[in-house]
Every structure is written in C-alpha cells, then in structure tokens.
C-alpha cells in the first residue's frame, strides 16, 4: 500500500511569510505526528494528531500549529518564518495514538531567506 | 527530562569489520526505536525494541536493549558499503505530560571499501 506522502517537497520562502505543509498517512492510519529536522537541533517533535484533535505537542513557538481532518490528513502551518525554521519536515503517521511504529513521509525541506 | 545520547557521532570503518553503536537514555522507557536515514531522505525503521533482554537481527544488523542499564546496542557484523547511512535510536517518553518520541543525536557510519 502507499506510503506517507508529504508535498509540497521542496520549499523557499523569506523571513515573515507563513507556509502550509501537507500530510497524507498511510491508508488506515489515524495518527500524524510531525517533527523538524536540523543539524543543530537534529529530530525534535512538534506535534501529533489523533482523530482530529492534537493530543502531543513539543516545545516550539505558536508559530508553529497544525491541525489533522476527518480522513486523518494533516497540514502543519508556521507563521512568521525566521531563518531558523529552515529545515526537513518530517511527518510520520501510525495506526493508533503514540504506541505503535512510526512510518515517516519523505520530507518537505523548507529554506527560509 | 528524557535524553538519549548515542556514541559514536561519526563512525569510519572498513568493509567486512564489525562495530557497535551505543545508544543511553535517561529516563525509564519500554520501547525503543532504531532508524536508518540517507542522505537527503527520510527515515526509515529498522527495529523496535519493547521489552528488556529483546534482540533482533535483520541482515548484518542485531539491537538489542537493556532497559536496566537504559542502553541499546546496533552491532553491525561484517559492514558492507550499503549500510552507509546515518542510525538514529529514538526513545518514547512522556514528558510534561506528553507522550514524546525523543531521538538520539544520530550516528554517521561512512564504510570504505
């Protein structure tokens, strides 16, 4: 069966847009976590989505908000974009809340200018 | 606060040799995580480890975890140029509450012929 898709893949944007990036889990799943990757930071959690509603978040500004819909598509918003929010955005989706493997999407790397 | 730290950050070795890379985490967890990331891509999942004393094996590559000594191990047995990559361990914690995957800094294994 498919995989995690992620779009857009690539993306650059400038300091104090905003940006939307989409999610689609594996067919099934229900929950979408997403976490940026950096190499000063390496993988850290931004926030997971069960059944709609957000049920973990990590320790990031509210620029950072995201939210799941009815067929468990995710998009994840940043608001206001600095230089370091450029990154991989990585979105990973499993079958039920926070206690199953992880399958990760291919990424959406974001350059901010 | 969860941390998982893994040693070696960088690891060169030779084909046909074998190694070890060493992940440690801080706090109690029952589950672990090990994935395996190329250049340029996303994850990929390798193992998970749920219970003290579980080892795996798939191809050159066996984990296991101690979840007493709060250590997992990836020994890679007769390393071939493929299983270039970077390995990441990744613990589930609950932190603040939240149910969090917390990855170790990665391991970048570069095998020369």
């Known amino acids: 069966k498919a995989g995690v898709t992620q779009t857009p893949r690539y993306l650059i944007k400038t300091r104090g847009q905003q940006v939307t990036l989409s999610c689609s889990p594996i067919?099934?799943?229900?929950?979408v976590s997403w976490y940026q990757q950096t190499p000063g930071q390496g993988l850290q959690f931004l926030f997971e989505?069960?059944?709609?509603?957000?049920?973990n978040k990590g320790n990031f500004p509210g620029r950072f908000s995201g939210r799941q819909f009815s067929n468990s598509r995710s998009e994840m918003n940043v608001s206001t974009l600095e230089l370091g929010d450029s990154a991989l955005y990585l979105c990973?989706?499993?079958?039920?809340?926070?206690?199953?493997?992880?399958?990760f999407g291919p990424g959406t790397r974001l350059l901010v200018l | 606060e969860l941390k998982v730290e893994q040693n070696p950050l960088f690891l060169s070795m030779q084909e046909g040799k074998n190694y070890t890379i060493y992940c440690n985490y801080s706090?109690?967890?029952?589950?672990l995580y090990w994935y395996r990331q190329d250049p340029g891509k996303s994850l990929e999942s390798l193992f998970v480890?749920?219970?003290?004393?579980a080892v795996k094996q798939e191809g050159r590559l066996m984990a296991s975890l101690d979840t007493k000594a709060r250590l997992s191990t990836l020994h890679i047995t007769a390393a071939v140029h493929d299983l270039s990559a970077t390995y990441f361990c990744?613990?589930?914690?609950?932190?603040?509450?939240?149910?969090?995957?917390?990855f170790g800094q990665g391991t970048r294994l570069t095998i020369n012929p």
């Open positions: 480890l749920l219970s003290n004393g």
């Open positions: 990973a989706s499993s079958l039920v809340l926070g206690q199953e493997t992880q399958y």
């Open positions: 706090t109690t967890s029952d589950r």
């Open positions: 067919s099934g799943h229900r929950s």
């Open positions: 990744a613990v589930d914690g609950v932190i603040q509450g939240a149910q969090k995957l917390v």
């Open positions: 989505y069960f059944s709609e509603t957000q049920r």
